[in-house]
């Protein structure tokens, strides 16, 4: 079975200044995609970015940045120029990508509720 | 573009009580999910169904069955409400796995 786990309950940063956002994931597949969601106060998820486990090229989406970690199956967020807007829960997700039992089970880890101060 | 539909929005019941949240997708999407999200729990993935015609359990499937009753409409039952399923409930729709999930605005669920 696969785990997703966010180790950082809640964080805080200064406006315009950046934060990353730590993500592990436990899996015995090798073809499968990370996600990180956004969940503001509206509660509407959002999708930030997202990578492919076959992509060694870490993806970047305007002002967010992963560290995608293969080996260490690690898929932290980094969040540069931080927004007032950025405010929100963030939470990281896989899914399996192998055909089979688990195949399109999508998981989510506890989120990390990330403040941004002015 | 009405995405992902959920309702109701919101729901109070009575421990014992049944009731159906109903969940519709208008983007031809194949695999739905439904989620419960509790304070720092997350979500947790109750049941999905990859297709139509199929379904999953998830993490916590007990006490809830599911039907996908077309492509469009994949529907959660709670047979017997506890006060333990008072929750928001999301439900979410991806057109292939690799694709990005869209999201019902949730329903917010309590058992009394």
């Known amino acids: 079975a696969q785990t997703v786990t966010q180790s950082q309950p809640e964080m805080s940063v200064q406006e315009a200044e950046t934060v990353t956002l730590s993500c592990t994931y436990d899996?015995?597949?090798?073809?499968?995609?990370l996600f990180w969601y956004k969940q503001p106060p509206s509660r509407q998820m959002i999708l930030v970015i997202r990578q492919e486990a076959y992509k060694q090229q870490n993806a970047t989406e305007n002002r967010f940045s992963v560290n995608f970690q293969k080996a260490a199956k690690s898929f932290s967020l980094k969040i540069s120029d931080s927004q007032l807007g950025d405010t929100a829960m963030y939470f990281c997700a896989f899914i399996n990508m192998n055909y089979g039992g688990s195949q399109g089970n999508l998981i989510f880890g506890k989120g990390t509720k990330l403040s941004v101060k002015p | 573009n009405a995405g992902v539909t959920q309702t109701p929005k919101f729901q109070v019941l009575k421990t014992g009580q049944s009731m159906t949240l109903q969940c519709a997708q208008d983007m031809n999407h194949n695999s739905m999910y439904w989620y419960r999200q509790d304070p720092g729990m997350g979500l947790r993935l109750i049941y999905y169904?990859?297709?139509?015609?199929?379904?999953d359990k998830g993490e916590v499937p007990n006490g809830y069955n599911v039907s996908r009753l077309n492509k469009r409409e994949f529907s959660l039952r709670l047979e017997s409400a506890a006060p333990s399923q008072t929750s928001v409930y999301f439900c979410a729709s991806m057109a292939r796995v690799k694709d990005e999930a869209f999201f019902g605005q949730g329903t917010r669920l309590t058992v009394v």
């Open positions: 899996t015995s597949e090798n073809n499968y995609y």
């Open positions: 169904s990859a297709s139509e015609g199929t379904t």
